[in-house]
């Protein structure tokens, strides 16, 4: 019988992993579980809510990978984990066992539960949901539309300014607002970049409110705990990333913020069999990576070899995360900020090199074939 490696989520890394096992037929089995048919390139998200993208250019069809794999695929959500065993559960009740598996299921919202199935909140995660924004911004049958962001973060940045751009596009007027509790923008950016974020987002007319935290969301009001009351038509979850709790509950070892700890083979430190890789790993002594997708496509390749090697038995690979990568915030109308290390350019050459990475990576992982 052949051994089984069982992936789960289509991450990043994991749609590396498809790449190769498309390229390079293997003598064991794999199997896909995740929790959509359907994977959004977060790089591009802002974008395509300007329609500068298109439903092609962002999304990898995961089934139609894996069947170019002779991978199977589930669209399901993992639920739990038996590490021991080598098995997980689905969540419609279906087992799957294991001799290897690999975990890139990314992160989570940090969200309150309460809002999670409120018509006019959506969550920023799944990325799934982007598509949702801009289906129920043209629903609204308003000229004028409220809009909130909740999460003064990168992407709640991106996303602000590209829907003042779609809003250019469309046949109504959308007034955005960006609720943080945090007392500055983008904390851990080059304070040049910090600047640059907040003069657009002053000359796009897009209303921030700093050190303001949510204290209840009423059908059409949001109030903060400062007695901040906001009227909305729709709210856009934003909140930075927590973990999916199913690692914890299975008793693996987590970080402090639940993260799977791995070591630097991305091999679980309490079993060698269990892999990871993105957001939904902490390695060790690197507790404190952004949960980027730059580290998710640096660390697929590692991955792979490294679950090549253990199947055949080889020695494993370290990876060593890098301390500085290149950055690119997205200002909308194909504009943008590069930041690397202390370097910082402003305009459309910085969008330019985003758009053609990006592009790149899609053409290398999704239309190649
Ligand atoms: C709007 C936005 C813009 C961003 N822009 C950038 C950027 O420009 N550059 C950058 O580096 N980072 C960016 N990020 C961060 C980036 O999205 C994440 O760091 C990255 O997606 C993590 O990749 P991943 O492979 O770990 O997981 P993900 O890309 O999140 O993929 C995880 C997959 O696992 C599936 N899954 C989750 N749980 C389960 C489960 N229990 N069972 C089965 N399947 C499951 C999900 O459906 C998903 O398909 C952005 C984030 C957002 C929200």
Redesign the pocket.
């Known amino acids: 019988m052949k051994k089984i490696l069982l992936l789960?989520?289509?991450?990043?890394?994991?749609?590396y992993l498809i790449n190769k096992i498309i390229k390079e037929k293997q003598k064991f089995k794999t199997i896909l579980?995740?929790?959509?048919q359907?994977?959004?390139?977060?790089?591009?998200?802002?974008a395509y809510i300007e329609n500068i993208y298109s439903d092609n250019d962002i999304i990898f069809d995961?089934k139609k990978l894996c069947k170019l794999g002779e991978i199977e695929f589930f669209e399901?959500?993992?639920?739990e984990i038996d590490p021991e065993n080598k098995n997980v559960i689905?969540k419609s009740g279906k087992k799957i066992d294991f001799d290897v598996v690999s975990f890139?299921?990314?992160?989570?919202l940090k969200i309150d539960n309460k809002y999670l199935d409120k018509e006019k909140i959506i969550g920023?995660?799944?990325?799934?949901n982007?598509k949702k924004i801009k289906e129920k911004l043209g629903d609204l049958k308003l000229k004028e539309v409220r809009f909130l962001v909740i999460g003064a973060g990168?992407?709640g940045i991106?996303?602000s300014l590209a829907i003042k751009e779609l809003e250019k596009k469309m046949n109504k007027k959308i007034e955005v607002h960006i609720v943080d509790r945090s007392d500055m923008l983008l904390p851990t950016f080059p304070k040049k970049v910090q600047e640059v974020v907040k003069e657009k987002i002053y000359k796009s007319n897009v209303i921030l409110h700093l050190n303001e935290e949510v204290k209840e969301i009423k059908d059409t009001q949001l109030i903060t705990k400062k007695g901040l009351t906001l009227d909305y038509d729709l709210i856009l979850w934003?909140g930075g990333?927590v973990s999916?709790q199913?690692y914890k509950d299975a008793g693996m070892s987590v970080d402090e913020k639940g993260y799977m700890v791995v070591n630097q083979f991305l091999q679980n430190i309490d079993f060698e069999y269990i892999f990871g890789?993105?957001?939904?790993i902490s390695i060790q002594n690197f507790s404190q990576m952004?949960?980027?997708?730059?580290?998710?496509?640096k660390e697929a390749p590692y991955l792979w070899r490294n679950i090549l090697n253990y199947f055949y038995c080889k020695s494993l690979e370290s990876y060593t995360p890098q301390n500085e990568?290149l950055?690119?915030?997205?200002l909308g109308n194909q504009k943008g900020i590069l930041s690397y290390k202390k370097f910082v350019l402003n305009g459309s050459l910085a969008w330019k090199l985003?758009n053609y990475i990006?592009k790149g990576f899609m053409k290398k992982f999704n239309s190649e074939f």
Do not use: R, W
């Not at 359907?38 to 802002?46: E, H």
């Not at 950055?327 to 997205?330: A, D, G, H, V, W």
């Open positions: 789960v989520g289509g991450g990043h890394a994991h749609v579980v995740s929790s959509s359907y994977q959004f390139y977060s790089g591009m998200a802002s995961l399901e959500k993992v639920i689905l890139d299921t990314g992160s989570e920023i995660k799944p990325l799934t982007l990168a992407a991106e996303l934003a990333p999916n199913m890789a993105g957001d939904c952004k949960k980027v997708g730059v580290y998710a496509i990568f950055l690119i915030i997205s985003k990006d």
